[in-house]
C-alpha cells in the first residue's frame, strides 16, 4: 500500500461514516413521523402484539418489583422525588388510556400533569403511590384479559399517536423501566461527590 492509500482510505472512511451519520441526522429531523412510526411498531406494538394481556400482567408486576426495590434504596432528594412524581403521573395518564380502551371512560386529549401526586408528597409517600399505581395498572391489564377489546381497537398517545392496549401496557412497563433508573441512592450520590 503505498503512502498516498494509506491517507485515502482513513479519508474514505471518516467520510462515509459522517455521511451516515448525517443522513441519520437529516431522517430524524425532516421525516420525524417514519421514525416515530417505526419506533412504535418495532418496540411498542410488535412485541406486545406476540403476548396475551396475562404475560403483559406479569410483566408489570415483575417490573413493579424491580421499581420498589429502585425508589426503596432512593435517596431523600428532590431529583429523585422528581423521578418518582413523573413515573406516578405518566402511568395514572396511561391508565385512564386504558380505561378508554375498555369502554369505562370517554377519550380526553389531556396531558399527565394533572396525574402527578402532589408537589409536596414526602418521599415515603411517593414510594407507597409508586407500587400502588402499578398494581391498578396490572388490574387493568387483568380487566384486558377479561373483557379484551377488538383488535383494532387503539387509543391516541398524546407523542407516539394511536397504540393498542397491548402497546399501552407495554409503553407503560419500559417508560417506568427507563425513568426509574435514574434513581440514585445514598451510597451512588456520596461517591459522585454530591
Known amino acids: 500500500m503505498t503512502k498516498r492509500s494509506k491517507v485515502f482510505v482513513p479519508a474514505v472512511v471518516t467520510v462515509a461514516t459522517v455521511g451516515v451519520a448525517a443522513g441519520a441526522a437529516y431522517m430524524a429531523r425532516n421525516r420525524k413521523d417514519d421514525v416515530k412510526d417505526f419506533f412504535v411498531a418495532q418496540v411498542l406494538e410488535r412485541p406486545a402484539g406476540r403476548m396475551s394481556y396475562t404475560d403483559l400482567a406479569q410483566g408489570l408486576e415483575r417490573g413493579g418489583v424491580l421499581l420498589a426495590q429502585r425508589a426503596e434504596r432512593a435517596a431523600d432528594t428532590d431529583p429523585n422525588r422528581a423521578t418518582l412524581t413523573h413515573i406516578i403521573g405518566i402511568e395514572r395518564w396511561g391508565q385512564n388510556r386504558l380505561r378508554v380502551a375498555l369502554g369505562q371512560r370517554e377519550f380526553e386529549r389531556d396531558e399527565h400533569h394533572p396525574y402527578k401526586p402532589g408537589a409536596g408528597a414526602s418521599l415515603r409517600e411517593l414510594q407507597d403511590l409508586l407500587s400502588q399505581t402499578?398494581?391498578?395498572?396490572?388490574?387493568?391489564?387483568?380487566?384486558?384479559?377479561?373483557?379484551?377489546?377488538?383488535?383494532?381497537?387503539?387509543?391516541?398517545?398524546n407523542g407516539l399517536g394511536p397504540l393498542t392496549p397491548k402497546a399501552w401496557l407495554r409503553y407503560l412497563t419500559q417508560h417506568a423501566d427507563l425513568e426509574s433508573r435514574r434513581l440514585r441512592g445514598a451510597k451512588e450520590l456520596k461517591a459522585l461527590g454530591e
Open 134 to 157: 402499578r398494581a391498578q395498572t396490572v388490574d387493568l391489564a387483568r380487566q384486558l384479559h377479561a373483557a379484551p377489546p377488538q383488535e383494532d381497537c387503539t387509543v391516541e398517545h
